[in-house]
């Protein structure tokens, strides 16, 4: 993992206070609301429908245990004994006072986490791939490149007050689990022909109310030239980026309206201009940064491990939670382990202060310390022992924490909703926690096979409806929460966005609509084929009829 | 609109002309992008400093060869959240070679200060008696940068690389 140096660590603690001296002068009345808001949008906090929410920053989502620690400690201390795991890769605080908020960035501090720039119109939090550093399929880490674009990106004094949020997600895997093509630049690790590493680049991916698959502006381009490729793509969008209309800022807008190709000369013209210039990664750098991410020291291993193996075959609930929870590690003997944050009938993404605080405990007992967030808003243990395996589910069986639904219908994503959110339509959060007890029986679950529902509770589509296999939007009809339903979204390397199935359905009929939508597909599915691939083969037609027969 | 400079309360020689007003004979005039496009010629056949004056809409790279010839530049900042200078600043420093006065007018706010000092600005219009301290104080309360820009100030790369040269000379 990286660690802080003298710089960074001077940094964040400036910073902390800044704010402090920023969040004095709102207290003392020396700064209106209004004239706060834009300073404390720069910190992460933001005021909700019932009270501030601060959010804070988890680098292209690592952690480790001493930092997990904390955020239990802050759960418990200043909010109300949890924290919400965001499909940012960051964690929420849904209650803490103001005039606590620069103790709890002090406390953060002292474990090298802030919450700057998770929020406002600035780069937000890069992302990146969650099983980074331990993926079979990785061509290198991505969590590098995380790091450089953050330490670039911090604080940055030309790009900090955007027309619109700019978000970065890196990918170094061809099996994208970054959403790479959804976000403002998506870097996607590609090779050569000469074999060398670098990066496609993909700009102009969103979601909100106007959804848009990234276009790719350069195939590949070398390693040393990544932060001037981007401070190249940030100035031409600073420059152009219509600021006339909050709906029409963000970079997808400039790149349709530009053209993608035109957009690309724009960029390749202004990076001519700055490639050679300061922003060359000096090797040295690089090599820094590379050493914080060196592989742990993994023991030489078997393939197999016999007594993992034997449980598998003694224990079906173990075996499911291994079929669903475990992912291919690229060192023999060990595994990647998923921890779904998605209990039936539970509330996505949220974790208690005990909750995190055992696993915590589990990363430091089986994981190397380390612990991940995903965009999916799950945590992972990314390199577990398979002889480890099945103490370690034990013990989560135990924590509540081994529900085997990871990819499956009840592993959710859903936006904070109405619950919170005073941008909202509708509520998401009970409409997830609904659906996840409808299909509660998890071998019914396991049957139906990989399925991906999302949920937003407003049409700016924090809840990634637009790219679930099943994508549900809240919506206002008449002061009633309805919910508009779309079929055949995908946020990974085959990116595509969900298509209308037709009129949208009352709070009450949403989860039979669900229920008859999963019926369909099994209706329909050939052996082997996942939903998307079902619904490209028979189209909407079978699913409409089903769902609109009674009307 | 009083003027801060280099850090402190600095009188202001110039004025700013509406595009039909005749240039003054005994006062430095800051122009807009529209009259030195017009009257180019003229203006640069007269003795006498002149400032210009860009709109964001207005990008750097209409004057990339000019830039030189003008004393004083000011960009304008029309709201907060109205970033575009922050890029001007830099191509004018950086690319078009302008070492006059950058000047900050608009919505200047002292909570963006460090960040218009670092993107190249070195005058600011700005509101209120104590603007003078608050502002030298918003100057310092960040001493660490990540990324190499117009002030020139040691990045927290550069840094680390001196350390390591200076570390392995005590070897």
């Known amino acids: 993992m990286y660690r802080y140096d003298e710089f960074d660590r001077t940094l964040v603690a400036e910073r902390v206070q800044q704010f402090r001296g920023q969040v004095a002068r709102r207290l003392s009345g020396e700064l209106s609301e209004v004239e706060f808001k834009p300073l404390r949008l720069m910190n992460g906090l933001y005021l909700q429908l019932h009270a501030y929410m601060l959010r804070v920053a988890i680098p292209y989502g690592t952690l ?39 103790d709890i960035l002090e406390e953060l501090a002292t474990v090298e986490m802030h919450a700057i720039q998770t929020s406002g119109n600035c780069i937000r939090n890069v992302t990146a791939d969650q099983y980074a550093g331990a993926a079979a399929d990785e061509i290198e880490d991505p969590r590098i490149y995380s790091e450089i674009i953050r330490q670039w990106s911090t604080l940055h004094p030309e790009f900090s007050f955007l027309p619109r949020k700019f978000k ?38 969103g979601q909100g109310r106007t959804p848009v698959i990234g276009k790719t502006i350069r195939s590949f381009l070398p390693k040393r030239h990544l932060l001037s490729y981007l401070e190249a793509i940030l100035r031409v969008y600073n420059q152009l980026g219509r600021r006339d209309n909050l709906y029409k800022a963000r970079i997808k807008i400039l790149v349709n309206e530009t053209g993608a190709q035109e957009f690309a000369r ?16 000096p090797g040295e750098e690089l090599a820094r940064i590379e050493a914080y991410f060196a592989p742990p020291l993994y023991e030489p291993l078997d393939a197999v491990a016999p007594q993992f193996e034997a449980r598998k075959r003694e224990d079906p609930d173990f075996a499911r939670w291994v079929q669903t929870n475990l992912a291919a590690h690229r060192q023999p003997g060990y595994a990647i382990v998923n921890v779904s944050l998605k209990p039936v009938g539970g509330v996505p993404g949220d974790a208690s202060a005990e909750e995190m605080e055992a696993l915590a405990g589990f990363a430091e ?59 909202a339509n509708a509520r998401a959060i009970p409409v997830a926690q609904r659906i996840s007890t409808r299909f509660g029986d998890l071998k019914r679950q396991h049957d139906i096979g990989g399925l991906k529902i999302k949920i937003s509770g407003c049409i700016n589509a924090c809840g990634h409806h ?56 099994l209706d329909v599915r050939q052996t082997g084929e996942g939903f998307n691939d079902s619904l490209a083969r028979v189209g909407l ?11 | ?53 860009l709109r964001p809409d207005q990008p750097a790279a209409l004057v990339a060869g000019d830039a030189a010839r003008f004393s004083v530049i000011t960009l304008t900042f029309p709201k907060f959240s109205d970033g575009r200078a922050f890029s001007a600043a830099r191509l004018l420093r ?43 104080e918003a100057q310092s309360e960040i001493g660490v940068w990540y990324q190499p820009t117009a002030d020139g100030r040691p990045t927290a790369a550069q840094l680390r690389g001196r350390e390591g040269v200076a570390a392995s000379r005590t070897y």
């Open chain 1, 541 to 551: 037609t079978p699913f409409k009829e089903k769902l609109y027969a009674a009307h």
């Open chain 1, 168 to 205: 970065i997600a890196v990918t170094g895997a061809a099996n994208d689990r970054a959403a790479v093509r959804l976000h403002d630049i998506g870097l996607q690790m590609r090779r050569n022909l000469k074999g060398e590493a670098g990066f496609e680049v993909i700009v102009g991916g």
């Open chain 2, 1 to 53: 609109m009083p003027l801060i400079k280099d850090g402190r309360p600095a009188e202001d020689p110039w004025v700013t002309l509406d595009d039909e007003a005749p240039l003054p004979l005994d006062a430095d005039p800051i122009i807009s992008l529209e009259r030195w496009q017009a009257e180019r010629e003229t203006l640069l056949a007269r003795n006498g400093r002149l400032g210009l004056a």
């Open chain 1, 266 to 281: 724009l960029v390749e013209a202004e990076w001519a201009e700055i490639k050679h210039g300061a922003l060359a990664l």
């Open chain 1, 466 to 521: 637009h790219v679930g296999e099943i994508g549900i939007l809240g919506v206002d009809k008449k002061g009633e929460e309805f919910y508009q339903i779309t079929l055949g979204g995908s946020a990974d390397e085959n990116a595509a966005l969900g298509k209308i199935i037709g009129p949208a359905f009352s709070y009450d009929a949403v989860v039979d609509a669900v229920e008859t939508i999963v019926e369909t597909y």
């Open chain 1, 64 to 102: 480790s245990a001493v930092q997990l620690r904390m955020l239990a400690h802050i759960a418990r201390r200043y909010d109300k004994g949890y924290g919400h795991f965001t499909t940012r890769q960051n964690v929420q605080f849904n209650w803490p006072k103001l005039a606590d908020v620069p």
């Open chain 1, 365 to 423: 007992r089986y994981s190397f310390g380390e612990i991940r967030v995903t965009h999916e808003q799950n945590l992972v243990l990314p390199h577990v022992r398979l002889s480890d395996v099945p103490a370690l589910w034990a013990a989560l069986k135990a924590a509540g924490l081994a529900t085997a639904n990871i990819g499956l219908l009840s592993d959710i994503i859903a936006c904070p909703g109405l619950d919170y959110c005073n941008l």
């Open chain 2, 94 to 136: 950086e690319r078009y070679g302008f070492a006059g006065e950058l000047r900050a007018v608009g919505n200047v706010l002292r909570d963006q200060l460090a960040f218009m000092v670092r993107c190249g600005f070195d005058a600011f219009e700005v509101a209120g008696d104590d603007a003078p301290a608050a502002w030298s």
